[in-house]
């Protein structure tokens, strides 16, 4: 049954490479009679099919379009997730990727072989990158793509006036911030929201705990992209399941946990119904929807650890814009073209008049807008004290797909902390062989 | 099909092989049944079938023993099966999918059978209602499942409000781990019943007049009636019902998905769900070998029970 879906996946997969091939194909025939005629280049440019997507990257087309007359633009979608994934190591093996196309930075661009299939940035522009990015898009010394939009951080949104009101301040260790969700457990609010409706919301306590893993333990990602350290056997990495546990354990919870949703969740936070929620700052977009007018009472702290020293936040980095090898002559020049426009202040610019920044724009220059979410200057605040790294998903190509279930489940009391750190390492196991990776 | 292939080769091979063929055929045909039809009129069918069902199914017992991606494989033997055994969520899916499969199938019996009885007689509102019960099996797996997964919202459902107001606390249908697989079967028995009553419907109302008459002159009363004649003659009826539901039941995949996803956590997993999820991870060889399994034991569970069934409707 699954061997027929996933031909027909994979047909599907040819099929949609072979459409994608047609506007390319018109599109470069198109660009050579119009060179006779003196007029300019087109090329395509491969996004995301989600409407956001594709607002973000018109956006940024309408502004290049205007600041380079010569040069036209053309936006293709593409599905999210795995489907997306196939469909873009598929294009890419065929030789028929769009001109330009955003991706994931860190491991996942390590999977799409970019020596092999990816032309190098610039020099120039690659000067304009933030070095924090540089070893996300890097293989050896060659740069292959710039920061499509903003970085995000993984932590805690926190209802100010809660706090205020409460009498608690922003906890810098675990212990802390157990204690203060004791507090305002007694003041009759939910101290800390979950919502396992949306599964992946249970992994926040562990993937954002991770600059305080990598605190404690530097080598951590690459002994474990070897197969030598485990979650189950690393105290610190263990923590963060134990975390979650705790608060399980002592009730620290909203009543509903089980059955709400993120939306539910932000809901809640706004209205002071609850306290802390452990959330990706990306989603400050959510809170805007559900609660417009709460969304200054909400802040954002990183996920603390044991060590209020080495207190910091796990950073989650923006999509890469890459140009591929199958792009040649003028259209390589209009990519790179775009690749340094997406990487300057109007490109920046540009992607704030349709997205809400989430944290720091990675490019020299770019400055975030005066009027941002109190969540985001507290991300960049981070960023700019340098005091943070990136999540585990950066530095290993390592992840478990099981992780939100299991994590479901140690957050609602079905399986311990240490059962479920010794399960996620199995099914850890099943990728890490998947990959081909060697120590597994 | 053998005969299709044979006289298929046989016509593209030497003709001093095809003079030889037709005597042996003739010999075949004499000993079993002159079919109405001649070979070839099966080719189309035997193509379709080969391309889209038999090829595949047999490559995947091959891709079973490898790790493999869009673009090549890796020969692992029968690691793929070890792994795929020490999956925690899988002997809880076996477990749960055996749970679900009889519960639906038993339930669909037991209301089809009292549905049909009371549709098949005279009542009022009968094409009314015959349509009510059947209009759930119209509507697609994937709506019902989040129709209801709204509806059974602990806080915020339909069924817990109304429940509210008769004083009932009402459970967290699909969110307490105890309870989530037998919300889904619920809601499956739900809609499966109107196949399951039409099928009775159909069996009832085939069983000749002359059995009702002889038995009411006889004496017997409803219940005898029941006991004695409608149910074991509506026995082709039960015994399409249980293989139906049952193999339903066995694979059951898109009302468990819609509603829980196999969650909370692992508690609602079934072994198709436990699948699809190695397929959406990527565990392309992985996820083939469950689909071997789940192949193989649908096959030995169900092939003996219809040879049962079938043996006990001869007896009849």
């Not at chain 1, 775009?338 to 109007?346: E, N, R, T």
């Not at chain 1, 724009?361 to 340098?386: H, K, M, N, W």
């Amino acid at each position: 049954m699954i061997t027929t879906r996933a031909k027909s996946r994979a047909l599907g997969a040819a099929t949609v490479a072979v459409l994608g091939l047609l506007p390319a194909c018109s599109a470069g025939s198109l660009g050579s009679s119009d060179d006779g005629g003196g007029g300019g280049t087109t090329i395509t440019w491969l996004t995301g099919a989600e409407q956001d997507d594709q607002l973000q990257a018109q956006a940024v087309v309408d502004a290049f379009e205007q600041a380079h007359p010569g040069i036209t633009v053309e936006i293709e979608g593409r599905p999210g997730g795995g489907e997306g994934d196939n469909l873009v190591k598929t294009r890419l093996q065929t030789g028929t990727m769009a001109d330009v196309f955003n991706y994931n930075s860190g491991s996942l661009f390590q999977q799409i072989a970019p020596a092999n299939n990816l032309t190098p940035i610039d020099a120039s522009t690659v000067e304009t990158v933030d070095d924090s990015y540089l070893p996300q898009v890097s293989v050896g010394e060659d740069v292959y793509g710039v920061p499509y939009g903003n970085a995000f951080g993984g932590g805690v949104m926190y209802n100010r006036e809660v706090f205020e009101r409460v009498g608690v301040e922003v906890p810098t260790t675990w212990a802390e911030l157990v204690a203060a969700a004791e507090r305002i457990k007694a003041a009759g609010i939910a101290p800390v929201v979950q919502t396992y409706q949306d599964t992946w919301t249970a992994q926040l306590l562990v993937l954002a705990d991770f600059h305080n893993v990598a605190a404690a333990n530097p080598s951590f990602a690459q002994d474990y992209t070897a197969g030598k350290a485990k979650f189950a056997t690393d105290r610190a990495a263990r923590a963060g399941f134990e975390h979650l546990q705790e608060i399980h354990d002592k009730q620290l919870v909203n009543a509903d946990f089980a059955s709400t949703r993120v939306e539910d969740g932000m809901r809640a936070l706004a209205a002071g119904e609850g306290a802390m929620y452990p959330m990706l700052s990306l989603n400050v977009s959510t809170l805007q929807v559900v609660a417009p007018d709460a969304v200054e009472d909400v802040g954002f702290f990183a996920l603390p650890g044991q060590d209020a020293a080495a207190n910091g936040l796990t950073a989650w980095y923006p999509d890469g814009v890459y140009i591929p090898k199958s792009t040649t002559g003028e259209e390589l020049e209009a990519a790179q073209q775009l690749a340094a426009f997406i990487a300057s202040p109007p490109g920046c610019e540009a992607i704030a008049t349709v997205v809400t920044p989430t944290g720091p724009y990675l490019a020299e220059g770019c400055e975030l807008p005066s009027d941002v979410p109190q969540i985001t200057r507290d991300v960049s605040a981070y960023f700019d004290a340098d005091a943070q790294s990136p999540a585990l998903e950066f530095l290993s190509p390592v992840k478990g797909p099981a992780l939100e279930q299991i994590l479901v489940e140690v957050g609602s009391g079905i399986r311990t902390a240490t059962d479920g750190a010794a399960l996620y390492d199995q099914d850890v196991q099943k990728q890490a062989q998947q990959l081909g990776l060697e120590g597994w | 099909m053998s005969q299709t292939i044979g006289s298929t080769t046989g016509s593209t091979t030497g003709s001093a092989v095809r003079r030889a063929r037709p005597p042996r055929r003739a010999g075949d045909r004499a000993g079993t049944r002159p079919g109405p039809y001649p070979g070839w009129f099966y080719l189309p069918a035997a193509i379709v079938y080969g391309a889209l069902f038999l090829i595949p199914t047999l490559l995947s017992f091959y891709f079973a023993l490898t790790r493999w991606t869009i673009f090549d494989s890796e020969f692992i033997g029968l690691e793929n099966f070890a792994q795929f055994f020490s999956e925690p969520a899988l002997t809880r899916g076996f477990v749960n999918t055996f749970v679900y499969a009889v519960i639906t199938s038993g339930a669909k019996v037991v209301l089809g059978l009292g549905l049909g009885l009371l549709l098949t007689s005279r009542i009022l509102g009968r094409g009314y209602l015959r349509a009510v019960i059947f209009f759930p099996v119209l509507v697609s797996s994937v709506g019902v499942g989040i129709t209801f997964q709204v509806l059974m919202n602990p806080t915020k459902g339909a069924i817990n409000a109304a429940l509210g107001v008769l004083g009932i606390d009402g459970p967290g249908w699909l969110v307490d781990p105890a309870l989530a697989l037998f919300s889904v079967a619920l809601v499956d028995v739900w809609k499966g019943v109107g196949l399951a009553t039409l099928i009775y419907m159909a069996g009832i109302v085939s069983i000749p007049k002359e059995y009702h008459e002889a038995a009411r002159v006889d004496g017997a009363g409803s219940w005898r009636l029941f006991r004695d004649v409608v149910f074991p003659l509506s026995w082709p009826a039960t015994s399409t019902v249980i293989t139906l539901s049952l193999i339903g039941g066995l694979r059951s995949f898109d009302l468990i998905w819609a509603m829980t996803r196999g969650g909370p956590g692992f508690t609602s997993d079934v072994i198709a769900s436990v699948i699809y999820k190695q397929y959406q991870a990527g565990f392309y060889g992985l996820s083939t070998a469950g689909n071997v399994i789940l192949f193989l034991a649908v096959t030995a569970i169900v092939l003996p029970l219809t040879r049962f069934l079938a043996r006990k409707e001869v007896e009849l």
